[in-house]
């Protein structure tokens, strides 16, 4: 079946383009999808335009729009199991974490189902009884949906909920290394009722497809998950046209650690953090920052844990963690190992491929952790995207949360300690679009999430993520028309 989705029908790239999908785990290809190029871009963007232009979506009752959103939901449980399946065998992740994520998904249809028909509309009042002032909202129109490879399902989830239930048409276009369960939810939305043209699918490589998706006049508005360079070039492709944008880029996000914690407890959350989906994960806690007096323990304590996480197939029960998504982004996170050596900072462990004979073919990197290392460094300062630990010491509060300040990212950081009141002064001053006391990583779909500086701008999840797909306006009705009388010619 073809996998290119456009005006309500399943269709090949017009080219005849195909890509292989190959599974990290053993570097084998599993599937072939189609491959579109800028043409099947700008027919997908064309539907979208006619669907919003001409067609109910807009102007369906938003609680059926809801209702939809809800049957998404319930589907997506339904099919839970196969859709974990294939994001493991796309992305390399464990079986364990793709079932989480299908779950999160769900809660986040249900919670878009939910806010989508809360009444934002408001009055004003403009002191003049004639004269009925209200703001109210409209959908944008169509949508660019751009996603990356680490969370494929879940962070085009983030955009089609709000987007669809605030009324737009959308393009979705997933990462090309990771492409497979977008074409699965494109099936569930076309499953449950959505009409013609308002859900489009085009897969391909960026460089093809981008232009089209993010500069073509008939789209309004381009919500991107991605890298900065991408999403700095999507910015200024899109300002042609001054459309709406939200760019959600990367992080190089602190771990601050105090001395008063308890130390089994700072390990682990230091080690989940960082170590998690092998590092790929844009809120990774890669930079951990911790009070001097603590450090030596605390460091013995995460790298003889990192030496013992279970690599494997991502299918197999009791595997820990799986490989990096692609021997190109392996390459490239090596590349950090050695500019770290390079730099002068210290390798406690990892930095090489596992020697164990089942984990050859695929894209495996043992977890690594480097210490000594300071402000100065690259591998300090960017985003490694990879199972790489820096450590920093640190004596006084100031300076910690200097430390934890000091990239040009705000992403996410967190700081752990007993002390209440320092949590609270720290979380205060730290500049991250999310920061978590005592703890490393959750999120729910009711609060916003999203980077302060170079990690980006808008919000996805919560109101202000449903915000980000409606148009505000403001209309004055004058109940007894009169003249203005402001000329007297
Ligand atoms: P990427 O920037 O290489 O690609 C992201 C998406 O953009 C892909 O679908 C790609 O095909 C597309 N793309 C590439 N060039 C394009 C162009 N010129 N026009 C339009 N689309 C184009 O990023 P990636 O390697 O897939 O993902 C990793 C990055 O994503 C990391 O930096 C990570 O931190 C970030 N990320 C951020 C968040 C967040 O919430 N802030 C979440 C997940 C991932």
Redesign the pocket.
């Known amino acids: 079946m073809p996998e290119l989705f456009v005006a309500g029908q399943w269709r090949s790239a017009a080219a005849g383009g195909t890509r292989d999908v190959v599974n990290p785990f053993d570097a084998q290809v599993f599937a072939v999808v189609d491959e579109a190029a800028a043409e099947d871009a700008e027919a997908a963007v064309l539907a979208a335009r006619t669907a919003f232009d001409d067609g109910p979506w807009a102007r369906t009752p938003v609680a059926e729009r809801a209702a939809l959103l809800d049957r998404v939901a319930d589907l997506l449980q339904r099919d839970r199991e196969e859709i974990a399946r294939t994001e493991t065998l796309d992305t390399g992740k464990t079986l364990a974490e793709s079932r989480i994520d299908v779950d999160d998904v769900t809660a986040v249809f249900r919670y878009y189902a939910r806010e989508g028909v809360v009444e934002v509309d408001r009055t004003v009042d403009v002191g003049r009884p004639e004269v009925h002032s209200r703001v109210v909202h409209h959908p944008v129109g169509v949508c660019t949906l751009?996603?990356?490879?680490?969370?494929p399902l879940l962070?085009i989830s983030?955009k089609v909920a709000p987007a669809l239930v605030a009324g737009n048409t959308v393009v979705l276009?997933?990462?090309?290394?990771t492409p497979l369960t977008t074409v699965h939810l494109v099936k569930l939305l076309e499953e449950a009722g959505a009409p013609p043209g308002v859900v489009n699918l085009v897969l391909?490589?960026?460089?093809a497809?981008?232009?089209a998706?993010?500069s073509h006049p008939a789209v309004d508005l381009v919500s991107?998950?991605?890298?900065?360079?991408?999403?700095r070039?999507?910015a200024k492709?899109a300002a042609d046209t001054v459309k709406r944008v939200t760019v959600?880029?990367?992080?190089k996000n602190p771990n601050i650690v105090f001395a008063d914690v308890d130390l089994d407890v700072a390990v682990d959350t230091v080690l989940t953090g960082v170590f998690l989906h092998s590092g790929?994960?844009?809120?990774a806690g890669t930079r951990l920052i911790v009070e001097e007096s603590i450090a030596d323990d605390l460091v013995a304590g995460v790298v003889e844990r990192a030496r013992r996480i279970r690599f494997g197939n991502g299918l197999e029960e009791g595997v820990e963690s799986g490989p990096l998504v692609s021997a190109q982004?392996r390459e490239k996170v090596e590349g950090y190992v050695a500019l770290g050596l390079e730099e002068g900072a210290r390798l406690l462990t990892g930095g090489r491929r596992p020697d164990a004979p089942d984990l050859q073919r695929g894209f495996f990197l043992e977890p690594t952790v480097f210490d000594g290392c300071d402000r100065s460094m690259r591998i300090v300062q960017e985003?490694t995207?990879g199972p790489i630990l820096t450590v920093e010491r640190f004596r006084t509060e100031e300076e910690a949360v200097f430390l934890g300040n000091d990239t040009t990212y705000g992403?996410a950081g967190a700081v752990q300690t007993l002390d209440v009141d320092r949590g609270e002064r720290v979380a205060a001053a730290l500049r991250h679009g999310t920061v978590w006391i005592n703890d490393f990583g959750p999120y729910v779909p009711e609060a916003e999430?999203?980077?302060q500086r170079m990690?980006?701008n808008g919000r996805?999840l919560g109101p202000a993520g449903l915000a980000e797909y409606r148009e505000t306006k403001h209309v004055w009705r004058t109940t007894r028309p009169a003249a203005p009388g402001w000329f007297q010619g």
């Open positions: 751009i996603a990356p490879w680490n969370y962070q983030w276009k997933p990462s090309e290394v391909g490589a960026g460089g497809v981008g232009p998706l993010t991107f998950t991605g890298g900065l360079a991408t999403g070039s999507i492709v959600e880029l990367g992080g790929q994960v844009c809120s982004h985003e995207f992403l999430w999203g980077g990690s980006g996805e």
